[in-house]
């Protein structure tokens, strides 16, 4: 009982991952979703919502196919599970037409196709906001 | 008994996922593991956090969380609890996880409600064992016990 690092007393929190990084830096793609994942499993509320660059590891083939660094996980695997843990995603609808994505390109694991007032809400709103 | 060289414990109780066992303990407690599954799954585990003793955990929050290289989540809770004790050798060698899941409990719990009651939703024996296999076959999970 005397060591607190091994203990877990945070309270129900908010928070939201922007995700703007994409297969142009992958080695920025696998830690998001990694903390993501451990904030949920401490109770806070996460969201992860992507937009630039990141609406590309939100097509399908793609996040199944890359790795933040060479052999290592893919990314869709870090994805599932951060979606495991608890984590929602959202996607930026107006990023899609930039990378010349349709809805039916968007893989299962996303839960809204959302506008940019509603990133500007969630922002707003929440009590810790992250940009990766 | 093992599946792909994963154990199985028939006399333990486990969630649907085959994420977590559960065992019932002295003075009404249960004790909380993560299965041989889940520590193939996430490879060497370098860090365990669980939630402080004495905490209340409604069903659906974690009772503790876990690390390795390659994988971060939560050690599932399936029925209200208030945490009892945090297992102090596993969270200072979080890898006891990889070599002895099943001797390695993470946490005692008490049971808001009767140990009976807790264990409603979870399954057991020649089911799980069942249950077990499937998950190991469907995911094509082989064991990866580090050794000790």
Known sequence: MSDDRHYLDQDEKTVVIVMTSGPSQRHRCATPFYMAAIMASMDADVKLFFTMEGVKLCQKGVPEQLTAM???????????????????????????????MEVDDVIAEVDELSSGGELADLILSSDKVLFF | MECNGCEFRPELYYDAEFQIWVRIEEQ?????????????????????????????????????????????????????????????????????????????????????????????????????????????????????????
């Open chain 1, 70 to 100: 060479d052999g290592g996980k893919t990314i869709v695997e870090f994805m599932r599970d951060a979606k495991a843990a608890g984590v929602k995603f959202y996607m930026c609808r107006p990023a899609m037409p930039g990378y010349e």
């Open chain 2, 28 to 148: 009404g407690e249960l004790a909380v593991g993560m299965t041989d599954i889940s520590q193939s799954i996430a490879g060497k585990i370098m860090h365990v956090r669980v939630r402080r003793p004495g905490t209340a955990r409604p069903a659906g929050k974690p009772v503790a969380t876990i690390e390795s290289a390659k994988w971060a989540g939560p050690v599932p809770n399936l029925f209200d609890c208030t945490i009892a004790s945090a297992n102090i050798e596993v969270l200072e060698h979080p890898a006891l996880l990889n070599h002895q899941p099943y001797a390695a409990w993470i946490a005692r719990v008490a049971p808001a409600q009767t140990v009976e009651q807790a264990l409603v939703g979870l399954v057991t024996g020649d089911a799980a064992w069942a249950g077990y296999q499937a998950r190991c076959v469907r995911d094509s999970i082989t064991c990866k016990r580090l050794p000790a």
